[in-house]
């Protein structure tokens, strides 16, 4: 097989509260494995769960 095959992970990250570098790291560290413990959930199911009135002229991996 030759193919550009890429599995999409979407997370999203809080940068509330004006945390440090470390707290971040932290933070975007917990969102990844949890991304991960998720990953074969077809994205296009999260987007249908995530958003109720989806804009097919903006992307929705981003806002």
């Known amino acids: ?3 550009f095959f890429v599995n999409v992970l979407a997370l999203r990250s809080d940068l509330g509260g004006n945390p440090s ?3 971040l790291l932290r933070r975007v560290k917990e969102t990844t494995l949890g991304g991960y413990d998720h990953q074969l959930v077809p994205f296009e199911k999260v987007v249908d769960q995530m958003i ?3 804009d097919m002229s903006r ?3 981003f806002r």
């Open 1 to 3: 097989m030759i193919g």
């Open 52 to 54: 109720t009135n989806r």
């Open 21 to 23: 570098f470390s707290e």
């Open 59 to 61: 992307s929705p991996l």
